[in-house]
């Protein structure tokens, strides 16, 4: 299987590939999101391996608002523990590190490193991974790059400090993308999520009208998330993840109740939730 991620090889998103679909998947790189689901779309990968949120940066509202754009499955959800390390070229020491290449979000998750290093200055790079193969290809004598102990094996660079993130607890969660009835997972032993998408009216009570579909009917909501409406000003669609298979008794009957409140509503995928 042929898998697209967005960023350079070794990124964080390729641990998530081999998580998700496996040790033999085929990473296939892309420059942006958009490419990425362009590339599915199109049928030049199989599937398609995205972040949707990382419990210290947020969600990513970008691939909210693609997952509305394309009509794809969500089939399996991973998560993948984030650890950053200080990557340099080898004959580089750490003592002459002048400069850090990475995403902004890298480095903004290793401030409390900056503040102890002071002499090292952050630059902003457009992916984590490509810093390393960036620095292994102009190998300049001061500089070091924050990416995946992955990044540091892909190009033959060397880690010079393991874990130099704040918190320990940093993950991010991917979703695993499919063309629509590509064969979603059926339901089986273990705990189930479904993501779907809807919009009301703008009226009173609208909201907890529909989320009382859920309530009554004692399942259990993960995640709510809110996205602008394109083309109504000051109107949102709401993104849910609950706690069950969408073939569920309960979760069918709520499906039905939404749908008669709702003015838009699609089901993304039902997957066995990450442990």
């Known amino acids: 299987m042929k898998v697209a991620f967005q960023g350079e090889l070794g990124a964080f998103s390729q641990q998530a590939v081999r998580q998700l679909a496996g040790a033999g998947a085929?990473?296939?790189?892309?420059?942006?999101f958009e490419d990425v689901f362009r590339a599915l779309k199109t049928g030049r990968v199989e599937a398609a391996a995205v972040p949707i949120e990382n419990t210290l940066a947020g969600s990513v509202h970008e691939n909210y608002d693609l997952l509305l754009k394309y009509d794809f499955e969500i089939t399996a959800e991973a998560n993948v523990r984030i650890v950053h390390n200080l990557i340099a070229p080898p004959g580089v020491r750490f003592a002459g590190v002048r400069r850090v290449?990475?995403?902004?979000?890298?480095?903004?998750?290793?401030?409390?490193?900056?503040?102890?290093?002071?002499?090292?200055?952050?630059?902003?790079?457009?992916?984590?991974?490509?810093?390393?193969?960036?620095?292994?290809?102009?190998?300049?004598?001061?500089?070091?790059?924050?990416?995946?102990?992955?990044?540091?094996?892909?190009?033959?660079?060397?880690?010079?400090?393991?874990?130099?993130?704040?918190?320990?607890?940093?993950?991010?969660?991917?979703?695993?993308?499919?063309?629509?009835?590509?064969?979603?997972?059926?339901?089986?032993?273990?705990?189930?999520k479904?993501?779907?998408?809807?919009?009301?009216?703008?009226?009173?009570?609208?909201?907890?009208?529909?989320?009382?579909?859920?309530?009554?009917?004692?399942?259990?909501?993960?995640?709510?998330?809110?996205?602008?409406?394109?083309?109504?000003?000051?109107?949102?669609m709401f993104y849910l993840d609950v706690r069950a298979h969408r073939d569920d008794p309960r979760m069918k009957n709520a499906l039905s109740h939404l749908g008669e409140l709702a003015d838009f509503l699609r089901v993304l995928g039902s997957y066995r939730a990450a442990r």
């Not at 629509?180 to 705990?191: D, H, T, V």
């Not at 004692?218 to 394109?230: G, Q, V």
């Open 26 to 32: 085929k990473p296939v790189p892309r420059q942006r």
């Open 101 to 192: 290449f990475s995403h902004p979000v890298a480095l903004n998750q290793c401030l409390d490193f900056f503040a102890r290093h002071k002499r090292i200055e952050p630059a902003p790079f457009y992916d984590t991974a490509g810093s390393v193969k960036m620095l292994m290809e102009e190998k300049p004598h001061d500089a070091a790059a924050i990416a995946s102990e992955l990044a540091a094996t892909i190009y033959g660079a060397k880690i010079l400090k393991r874990g130099i993130e704040d918190d320990r607890r940093n993950f991010t969660r991917f979703f695993l993308l499919e063309p629509a009835g590509a064969g979603s997972p059926k339901k089986g032993a273990g705990e189930w």
């Open 194 to 236: 479904t993501s779907l998408v809807f919009s009301t009216r703008n009226a009173p009570g609208s909201l907890f009208r529909a989320l009382s579909a859920l309530a009554l009917r004692d399942l259990n909501l993960a995640k709510i998330e809110s996205r602008p409406r394109r083309g109504k000003p000051w109107e949102y």
